[in-house]
C-alpha cells in the first residue's frame, strides 16, 4: 500500500465519520463545526485525485464563506432553534427516522452495486484517455490551463453563473431587508 | 494509484448521508447541511473523472462552477430561513404550513 492509498483511506474515513457524525449528533452547533471537518478532509480528497485548485476554492468559498454564512444565520435564529433540539431527546434510531434511514440505506445499496457493474476504470474514454497521456501526471501544474480555459472555451458557462451569483446577491439582499416590502 | 471505484463509493456514502439528512432532520438549517453534502458528493465525482482530461478540464471546471452555485443558493436560502425565523418563529419545515395570506 503505498502513502497515496494511505492518505485516502485515511481522508475518506474522516470525511464519512465526520459527515455521519453531522448526521447523528443533537447538538447542531456541533454539527456545524464537524461539517467544516467533512469539508476539510473534502478539499484532501480533491487533492488525491490532482485537483489542487478546486480544493483550495473548495477551502476558500466553502469553509470561508458558506460556513461562516450558516454559523451567522443559526446564531440570529435565535434561541427558539436550540429550544427544538434540546427536546428532543431521541436515540438515533427512532420510529420516525426508520423510513429516512431505510431510503437512504437502500439508495446506498443501489449506488454501490452500480459503481461495482460499471467498472470506471475500464471505461473506453478513460482508457483511451490513459493511452493517449490526457491522464493528469502529479508534477503538472494544472491551474494555468485552468485559467486558460476559462476564458477560452468555458466562457460562457463563465458568464452565465456570474449573471447568476449578481441574480442571487439581489435576491438576498432584498430577502434579508429589515422592514418587508408591504 | 488511487482508482476511480474508490472515489464513487466514498461519494455514493457522502449522498446518502446527505440523503439521511434531508428526510430525517426538523430544522431547516440540518436539512440545508444535508443538502451541502451530497453536492459535495457529485463535486467529488467530477473532480474524481476530472482526472483523465487534461487538456480541457471539462470536470474541475465544473466542479468549480457547482462550488459557486452551492455558495449562491446558500445565500439565498439562509435569507429564507431568517425570514420564516421572523414570521412563524421556528424553522421547522414541517410547521411552515401557511401561505402569505
Known amino acids: 500500500m503505498t502513502l497515496v492509498q494511505f492518505l485516502f483511506y485515511v481522508m475518506s474515513f474522516i470525511a464519512l465519520g465526520s459527515a455521519l457524525f453531522v448526521a447523528a449528533t443533537k447538538n447542531l452547533v456541533r454539527s456545524i463545526f464537524m461539517f467544516f471537518i467533512t469539508l476539510f478532509a473534502l478539499a484532501g480528497l480533491y487533492v488525491l485525485a490532482l485537483a489542487d485548485f478546486v480544493a483550495i476554492t473548495q477551502i476558500v468559498i466553502y469553509v470561508g464563506g458558506i460556513l461562516v454564512l450558516i454559523l451567522f444565520a443559526f446564531m440570529l435564529s435565535g434561541k427558539e432553534a436550540l429550544n427544538i433540539l434540546v427536546q428532543q431527546r431521541?436515540?438515533?434510531?427512532?420510529?420516525?427516522?426508520?423510513?429516512?434511514?431505510?431510503?437512504a440505506a437502500l439508495f446506498l445499496i443501489v449506488l454501490i452495486n452500480m459503481v461495482v457493474k460499471v467498472d470506471a476504470n475500464n471505461l473506453g474514454w478513460i482508457k483511451k484517455s490513459v493511452a493517449f497521456k490526457n491522464e493528469i501526471q502529479?508534477?503538472?501544474?494544472?491551474?494555468?490551463?485552468?485559467?486558460?480555459?476559462?476564458?477560452?472555451?468555458?466562457?460562457?458557462?463563465?458568464?452565465?453563473?456570474?449573471?447568476?451569483?449578481?441574480?442571487?446577491?439581489?435576491?438576498?439582499?432584498?430577502?434579508?431587508?429589515?422592514?418587508?416590502s408591504q | 494509484m488511487i482508482s476511480l471505484t474508490d472515489f464513487l463509493i466514498v461519494s455514493a456514502a457522502l449522498f446518502c448521508i446527505g440523503l439521511y439528512m434531508i428526510l430525517s432532520k426538523h430544522n431547516a438549517i440540518q436539512i440545508l447541511i444535508g443538502i451541502e453534502l451530497m453536492?459535495?458528493?457529485?463535486?467529488?465525482n467530477l473532480v474524481a473523472f476530472g482526472k483523465y482530461d487534461r487538456f480541457n478540464n471539462g470536470g474541475q471546471m465544473f466542479a468549480l462552477f457547482a462550488i459557486v452555485l452551492a455558495a449562491a443558493t446558500t445565500a439565498v436560502a439562509l435569507a429564507i430561513i431568517l425570514n420564516v425565523y421572523k414570521k412563524y418563529k421556528t424553522i421547522d419545515p414541517g410547521q411552515v404550513d401557511k401561505l402569505k395570506d
Not at chain 1, 90 to 103: D, G, M, R, V
Not at chain 1, 154 to 180: D, N, T, W
Not at chain 2, 39 to 44: E, K, P, T, Y
Request: no cysteine; net charge positive.
Open chain 1, 90 to 103: 431521541k436515540p438515533f434510531i427512532s420510529i420516525k427516522t426508520i423510513p429516512a434511514l431505510l431510503l
Open chain 1, 138 to 180: 502529479p508534477n503538472a501544474a494544472m491551474t494555468e490551463n485552468i485559467g486558460v480555459n476559462l476564458m477560452t472555451s468555458y466562457l460562457l458557462p463563465f458568464e452565465a453563473i456570474s449573471i447568476l451569483l449578481m441574480l442571487a446577491l439581489v435576491g438576498a439582499a432584498h430577502l434579508s431587508r429589515k422592514g418587508g
Open chain 2, 39 to 44: 453536492l459535495n458528493a457529485a463535486i467529488l
